[in-house]
């Protein structure tokens, strides 16, 4: 099963900057979620967008489909501690309707 | 309130002695999955369940059982586990197979020596 590229791998900022993570693929998707995860807890779904183009806005996240329905990127504005997971992107397959997920994009939030 | 439960959340063991972790959803989901957590190695499935009685093998289902006697309930259980096993387990559960969005439970640490 391919994984979804998710970029960077980790990423460590100040708190009040903007920062964008990427999830790529070859594959086309129906549908694309992203997650957030705490440390000692399970992924807790953040959003779900379906059609390309699409972008959905949660407080100051900012997610976008792409055109073609292959990535995903997510946008937060003035970062704050609480913004600290693991982000996790995963995506319905289009020709299978099979799950894919991402690696992961660790993010720490410094004060 | 809407949940997956998981038990145990932590468990040491040592290898070859057989246990299971229980799963249990109050959403009346027809889908349910379990999945391994790993380093380096992101989410990776190792069984699902589509409705009672109804399983399959996810992309790591060696050494791992499943059922699904109740639409509620999807245990995982391993035989003889091995310490290629000691891993966060989470169980997760979707309404459907099309937007296909995972409930995920607490998650289960397990260590075996």
């Known amino acids: 099963t391919q994984l979804l590229e998710q970029s960077p791998q980790f990423l460590s900022i100040q708190e009040g900057e903007n920062l964008t993570v990427y999830c790529n693929s070859s594959s086309v998707f129906s549908s694309l979620q992203w997650y957030r995860q705490e440390p000692g807890e399970g992924p807790v779904l953040l959003v779900t967008v379906v059609t390309g183009g699409e972008v959905k806005k949660l407080k100051r996240l900012t997610f976008q489909f792409g055109d073609a329905r292959k990535d995903s990127s997510l946008h937060i504005t003035a970062a704050q501690t609480g913004d600290t997971g693991l982000y996790l992107c995963a995506g319905v397959e289009d020709s299978n309707y099979q799950l894919i997920w991402g690696a992961g994009t660790k993010l720490i939030i410094k004060p | 309130e809407a949940q997956v439960t998981q038990n145990p959340r932590y468990l040491i063991t040592v290898t070859g002695k057989k246990l299971t972790v229980t799963c249990s959803q109050n959403?009346?989901?027809?889908?349910m999955s379990w999945y391994r957590q790993d380093p380096g190695l992101g989410l990776r499935q190792i069984y699902y369940s589509m409705n009672v009685e109804v399983t399959d093998k996810g992309d790591v289902p060696e050494g791992y059982k499943v059922s699904r006697k109740e639409k509620r309930n999807f245990p995982l259980i391993l035989e003889s586990p091995s310490p290629n096993q000691t891993s966060l387990y989470f169980c997760a559960s979707s309404r459907d197979r099309v937007l296909y969005e995972q409930y995920f439970g607490p998650g289960t640490r397990l260590t075996v020596t």
């Open positions: 959403m009346n989901h027809e889908y």
